[in-house]
């Protein structure tokens, strides 16, 4: 009888028998990881934080508490859909932002647990916490955006899309990648589809990797995913190509633009960095972002060297697709719309970071360790600094929302009412909808109504124009009554349709 020479597998990774299950004993690390991701977003951001402008925007699509605010082109309806068994009940900011970070964490552990097999568990643990640990996750975890969830999604569906290829037998992997596909698609279809373009490439283009029913799987879930959004823009946007145009102009034309710097600015904590301006942060806190590239590169040589380099080379190519977009087509940045890109690099970086602290030693070994100790702590101490210094950013924000929709109260401003204006520090989308009252803009991205039709409205309900302290209002407003508010900022009351507090 003839022998064949058994070949070890990489330190970094396994691979799945034929109709293999993850065992409890495998499952703690993972487990671990997402538990303390949900509780570090409880401790690190306050769960009484109230809720940003985006997130107004989707919270009031299925809200009791005020009405929708006017959804523009680019944005899609799975926030409103993923928090409505919440606000359809309940305008509780807090429990809100416990349910988020619940579902966050369960999705963390679900999209590794799509792993299984592929990488040895320490790898897995790894990655999740690697990806876990950066500010823009944690403080996206509990945020009602789709950010994260695209990039869950798209971690959990390479996942599936890699185990369904190296075992066909089984349905579970084909059924996860229709799954993956879908929600991101849900999230933002744009997102989903060049997440999907490498492993659409793959399965088109590698013979090896052509698997018919696992491609009618991805395009099945990006269109049953994207169905709503294409239905949608039929509907009440002009039809897909203007949907499309629509959404392009409101980014600022889509095109060539370094948006490289503009990403590194915003790693300072910068949500939203437009215009992006101002100096770059600290050396220290960029550090990271130039070390991403280059320990996934090195992950992918480990990788290659153990002939197992699809496991590597797949979530960086989709990493790599998933960032063009953002770093070389729009003229602006914010660092949530990366986190499909980071959440994928975290496998490259954790099979690099694990060959380093278990290839080496003897001294070495402890030299090692010591130093990527070190390297982690320091890394973890910048990211809690940086978060908290936007969690309290944005507290002040939100909290001055809350007190101009406040002083409108006072000054009779309730629902049914409206809210209108062009202050940066007032923007009446967040405002409008703290106050429980309606939104409407004549101009801008979010234009929705012209003055003629304020006008009318103000002669059956309260209707309130924000301004800066001492800035002048439209030309239909300029006899109606003024008041101060907080943050200075005034607003000019329609005459009509005031209720006041002792009415």
């Known amino acids: 009888m003839t022998g064949t020479q058994y070949v070890a597998p990489p330190r970094f990774a396994r691979r799945p028998r034929a109709g293999a299950r993850w065992r409890w004993g495998d499952r703690p690390w993972p487990a671990a990881v997402a538990v303390a991701f949900t509780v570090a977003q409880l401790v690190l951001v306050r769960p009484t934080l109230g809720l940003g402008w985006d997130e107004t925007v989707y919270v009031s699509q299925v809200s009791g508490h005020a009405p929708a605010a006017f959804f523009s082109a680019p944005r899609a309806r799975g926030v409103p859909l993923l928090v409505a068994p919440i606000t359809l009940w309940s305008s509780s900011t807090t429990l809100l932002r416990v349910y988020l970070a619940l579902l966050s964490g369960l999705g963390l552990y679900l999209a590794l647990r799509a792993w299984r097999g592929l990488f040895r568990v320490r790898v897995l643990a790894s990655a999740g916490a690697l990806f876990a640990s950066l500010w823009v996750t944690l403080f996206y975890g509990p945020q009602a955006m789709p950010n994260l969830w695209v990039a869950l999604a798209a971690l959990a569906a390479v996942g599936c899309f890699l185990r369904a290829q190296e075992d066909r037998t089984r349905w579970a992997p084909v059924a996860g990648l229709a799954a993956s596909a879908a929600l991101m698609a849900l999230m933002r279809p744009t997102d989903a589809a060049w997440v999907s373009l490498p492993l659409l490439v793959a399965l088109l283009a590698v013979r090896r990797w052509r698997y018919r029913r696992l491609l009618l799987a991805l395009v099945a879930g990006l269109v049953a995913g994207a169905g709503e959004w294409v239905v949608e823009a039929y509907v009440s946007y002009g039809g897909l190509a203007q949907r499309l145009s629509d959404a392009s102009r409101i980014e600022g034309g889509l095109g060539w633009h370094n948006a490289v710097g503009d990403q590194l600015r915003s790693l300072g904590g910068r949500t939203l960095c437009r215009p992006c301006t101002g100096a770059m942060p600290h050396t220290a806190v960029t550090l990271w972002w130039f070390a991403l590239p280059l320990l996934a590169v090195a992950g992918l040589l480990v990788a290659v060297r153990a002939r197992r380099a699809a496991p590597v080379v797949l979530p960086g190519a989709c990493a790599v697709s998933a960032a063009v977009p953002y770093l070389f087509m729009i003229g602006y940045a914010a660092p949530r719309f990366l986190l499909p890109a980071y959440a994928l690099l975290s496998l ?48 002040t924000s939100h909290e001055r929302w809350a007190r101009i929709a406040e002083d409108l109260h006072r000054e009779g401003v309730r629902p049914p009412c409206l809210i209108t204006g062009s202050v940066a520090s007032a923007p009446p989308i967040p405002i409008a909808f703290y106050a429980g009252c309606a939104s409407a803009d004549t101009g801008g991205h979010n234009a929705n109504t012209t003055a003629a039709a304020l006008s009318r409205t103000a002669r059956s309900e309260p209707v309130a124009v924000l301004t800066a302290d001492g800035g002048r209002p439209p030309s239909y407003a300029r006899t109606w009554h003024p008041v101060h508010l907080t943050g200075r900022v005034d607003a000019y009351l329609a005459p009509g349709g005031l209720t006041r507090p002792d009415a």
Do not use: E, M, S
């Open 348 to 395: 490259p970086v954790a099979v690099a970071l694990v060959h380093l602290v278990t290839a080496a030693h003897g001294r070495a070994r402890v030299l090692v360790v010591t130093a990527v100790a070190i390297g982690l702590l320091g890394h973890l101490a910048i990211q809690a600094v940086v978060l908290g210094r936007v969690v309290d950013r944005a507290g």
